[in-house]
């Protein structure tokens, strides 16, 4: 099977996935990168990964991008991701199979979903080839609802998202044990819509609780002054601390560090892929009910907990009940860990889409292989569903 995948440029998000298909596909596999890196990210410690041998630069030189085109047009299935859509829009036109691969539509709510040029680009570029070959990879809970609105993808729509580098750890029960006892991570740019305010509102509940405690908050943006304001008001000098920013590698050691993980995005986090991540590494998750792969990847009280979105209340809730039961946090992190070796990993998911690839060749319509996980159907969820 030949297979390329179009999208903006490649990360370490996508890479587990890119190689994994690589080799189920005997190296006939292309990652088609759209545009460069942008330096901002070179400077946080990225590296440019658009010169690995299986990626084409399809912006680099008309040699380039001939090899794009042709790709497209040889390969049994395209995966369209965030990039142009020239080329998934050329194969949808010939009835060629191709999976859409994106997150939800309107992260800012859905007060412009049924404005006209909502209406006519949904159309145009997916409702149209509904009775075409053409599928969604759900990159978010909230995605299949958000299309469903347009009649695009009703029963098309696969659970999906991103599969970052996962860990074997040779001995789990040692790892959760190290962790330094009351310690929490918040890790992610410091803008509004992530909300670090609530990890510090957090932090000064704890305190005033009387809890002895340890916040890190990794990353660095617009709400930078704000946060160490609001650390120097609540007199939390002692207790919080802002490290900066720092390459995935060294946010991954904090992790391993750390007890509890605090993801406190809105809806406009349309996966969170430090979600994966810190599940990975053992932590206990405190995460919003609106971010996009919260419902996938966690099962409340099980491996995870979820509060709320954007209620603080229900949020220092959940940090007190892991704060109270230390086996609770343990037993948390445990099927966090499983959750990731198990199922959301980019081998398990590179073999299912490959199952799913192939029925989709062999001419099966509406393929319907899983009965949960990654590659089983997307339900329509509600943005108010906890």
């Given at each position: 099977?030949?297979?390329?995948?179009?999208?903006?440029?490649?990360?370490?998000?996508?890479?587990?996935?890119?190689?994994?298909?690589?080799?189920?596909?005997?190296?006939?596999?292309?990652?088609?990168?759209?545009?460069?890196?942008?330096?901002?990210?070179?400077?946080?410690?990225?590296?440019?990964?658009?010169?690995?041998?299986?990626?084409?630069?399809?912006?680099?030189?008309?040699?380039?991008?001939?090899?794009?085109?042709?790709?497209?047009?040889?390969?049994?299935?395209?995966?369209?991701?965030?990039?142009?859509?020239?080329?998934?829009?050329?194969?949808?036109?010939?009835?060629?199979?191709?999976?859409?691969?994106?997150?939800?539509?309107?992260?800012?709510?859905?007060?412009?979903?049924?404005?006209?040029?909502?209406?006519?680009?949904?159309?145009?570029?997916?409702?149209?080839?509904?009775?075409?070959?053409?599928?969604?990879?759900?990159?978010?809970?909230?995605?299949?609802?958000?299309?469903?609105?347009?009649?695009?993808?009703?029963?098309?729509?696969?659970?999906?998202?991103?599969?970052?580098?996962?860990?074997?750890?040779?001995?789990?029960?040692?790892?959760?044990?190290?962790?330094?006892?009351?310690?929490?991570?918040?890790?992610?740019?410091?803008?509004?819509?992530?909300?670090?305010?609530?990890?510090?509102?957090?932090?000064r509940k704890l305190k005033l609780d009387g809890y002895d405690f340890k916040l890190n908050i990794i990353g660095t943006g617009d709400m930078q002054e704000k946060i160490k304001l609001l650390i120097l008001k609540y007199g939390l000098e002692d207790s919080v601390f802002m490290l900066g920013a720092m390459p995935p590698e060294r946010v991954r050691e904090y992790m391993e560090n750390s007890e509890i993980f605090l993801f406190t995005s809105d809806r406009n986090e349309g996966w969170g892929a430090v979600l994966n991540e810190s599940m990975n590494s053992c932590c206990s998750v405190v995460a919003s009910s609106a971010i996009?792969?919260?419902?996938?990847?966690?099962?409340?009280?099980?491996?995870?907990?979820?509060?709320?979105?954007?209620?603080?209340?229900?949020?220092?809730?959940?940090?007190?009940?892991?704060?109270?039961?230390?086996?609770?946090?343990?037993?948390?992190?445990?099927?966090?860990?499983?959750?990731?070796?198990?199922?959301?990993?980019?081998?398990?998911?590179?073999?299912?889409?490959?199952?799913?690839?192939?029925?989709?060749?062999?001419?099966?319509?509406?393929?319907?292989?899983?009965?949960?996980?990654?590659?089983?159907?997307?339900?329509?969820?509600?943005?108010?569903?906890?």
């Amino acid at each position: 099977m030949k297979i390329s995948f179009f999208s903006n440029y490649l990360n370490h998000h996508q890479l587990p996935l890119c190689e994994e298909l690589y080799r189920l596909t005997n190296g006939e596999f292309r990652f088609v990168a759209c545009i460069p890196i942008e330096t901002e990210k070179i400077n946080l410690g990225y590296s440019d990964m658009n010169y690995l041998p299986f990626v084409i630069r399809d912006y680099e030189d008309e040699g380039q991008h001939a090899e794009a085109v042709k790709w497209c047009e040889e390969s049994d299935i395209i995966i369209q991701g965030a990039a142009k859509i020239d080329f998934a829009k050329m194969r949808a036109e010939k009835g060629l199979p191709v999976f859409w691969y994106s997150e939800r539509l309107f992260k800012d709510g859905m007060i412009h979903a049924l404005s006209p040029r909502a209406i006519k680009s949904i159309y145009k570029n997916h409702t149209k080839y509904r009775k075409k070959p053409v599928f969604m990879l759900c990159a978010s809970a909230f995605t299949a609802k958000d299309y469903a609105i347009y009649g695009a993808y009703k029963t098309k729509a696969y659970k999906w998202g991103y599969f970052p580098e996962v860990k074997k750890y040779e001995n789990t029960s040692k790892l959760i044990e190290s962790k330094k006892e009351n310690t929490l991570l918040w890790a992610g740019r410091l803008i509004d819509w992530k909300h670090p305010e609530y990890a510090v509102e957090v932090a000064r509940k704890l305190k005033l609780d009387g809890y002895d405690f340890k916040l890190n908050i990794i990353g660095t943006g617009d709400m930078q002054e704000k946060i160490k304001l609001l650390i120097l008001k609540y007199g939390l000098e002692d207790s919080v601390f802002m490290l900066g920013a720092m390459p995935p590698e060294r946010v991954r050691e904090y992790m391993e560090n750390s007890e509890i993980f605090l993801f406190t995005s809105d809806r406009n986090e349309g996966w969170g892929a430090v979600l994966n991540e810190s599940m990975n590494s053992c932590c206990s998750v405190v995460a919003s009910s609106a971010i996009g792969s919260v419902p996938f990847l966690i099962r409340d009280g099980e491996n995870g907990l979820i509060f709320k979105n954007k209620n603080k209340n229900d949020l220092y809730k959940k940090v007190k009940i892991l704060f109270e039961h230390t086996s609770k946090r343990k037993t948390l992190g445990l099927n966090a860990y499983n959750t990731l070796i198990n199922q959301w990993n980019a081998k398990n998911a590179a073999e299912r889409l490959f199952a799913l690839f192939t029925a989709v060749i062999n001419g099966e319509k509406v393929p319907d292989l899983f009965c949960d996980g990654v590659c089983s159907k997307a339900e329509i969820l509600r943005d108010n569903w906890y």
